[in-house]
């Protein structure tokens, strides 16, 4: 197997660096625009193609580690060709490998793959990637090379189906880029108390770390505390008194849903007021 990657970004640096560290084969990048691939090609010493044919022929397998707009215009290029066999891969979490249309009649094998990860930087996010779980899903000749390509770097892998692709990608979404919306409202708040920014990032992370890490460790019903947990509804009341806009409505669309985990970890309680709160 020889994959060449099209797109030098952080998605495409992290995931071959991170191959050539495993010593999977790869032959090299194909770039929107040539330095990028001259760069992520010396930054994971492989090779660089100023054409995509070239990268075609030099490789059996591809992965599109493109930005997720680009990936039915580098398909309908690659279709071009002459790739029966090859195993076609895009990287995004929210489409299916089914972007890859008439893939059948070119006689290739398509998926995609996605990281639970967030790639922050290209030149280090591989350091960490072992530690990510993989989602996979397409036909079963590419999902039974690409796991066991995954898993040889030590990696889980979870096939998942193409229809459920954008709710995996919508819960991923909830718990890193909206868990971040979260707190930066929560930083808004303690600001208007009189807190400086610094101020309100040093209180608040030993909190946040804390209950994420006992959630992550626990499960998050058995880690939850707080009024709701507690049935305060006097405590709740306060809040919803002095909460406008946004933030009344991320505490109330949140609040209904600790209600639902507080009723699980504590079957004896009668929360009937405190869903009347969140209603």
């Excluded at 995609?112 to 350091?127: E, G, L, R, V, W």
Aim: proline share 3%.
């Amino acid at each position: 197997m020889d994959i060449g990657i099209i797109g030098a970004g952080k998605v495409g640096c992290s995931m071959g660096k991170y191959a050539v560290q495993h010593w999977i084969p790869v032959a090299g990048y194909y770039s929107k625009t040539y330095e990028s691939a001259k760069e992520a090609a010396k930054f994971t010493r492989t090779e660089c193609f100023e054409d995509l044919t070239d990268i075609i022929l030099a490789s059996d397998t591809l992965w599109i580690t493109t930005p997720d707009d680009s990936i039915r215009e580098v398909w309908d290029c690659i279709a071009r060709y002459d790739i029966q066999d090859y195993i076609i891969c895009h990287f995004s979490g929210s489409l299916s490998s089914d972007v890859f249309s008439g893939i059948e009649k070119k006689r290739a094998h398509p998926c995609s793959i996605h990281p639970i990860y967030a790639f922050s930087d290209k030149n280090t996010s591989y350091q960490k990637l072992n530690e990510a779980y993989f989602t996979i899903e397409g036909d079963d000749f590419a999902v039974e090379h690409m796991t066991a390509l995954l898993e040889k770097m030590g990696n889980h892998v979870v096939r998942i189906k193409a229809q459920k692709k954008a709710l995996y990608h919508s819960a991923a979404s909830l718990v890193s880029n909206h868990i971040l919306g979260i707190i930066d409202m929560g930083i808004q708040l303690m600001e208007e108390c009189g807190f400086t920014h610094e101020e309100a990032y040093a209180a608040l992370t030993p909190l946040i770390l804390n209950n994420v890490t006992a959630g992550c460790e626990m499960g998050c019903k058995e880690a939850l505390t707080g009024p709701v947990e507690r049935n305060d509804i006097k405590t709740v009341d306060r809040h919803l008194s002095v909460l406008t806009g946004t933030a009344r409505d991320i505490y109330e669309s949140v609040g209904s849903e600790l209600v639902i985990m507080a009723k699980e970890k504590h079957p004896d309680r009668d929360y009937t007021g405190m869903e009347l709160r969140f209603q």
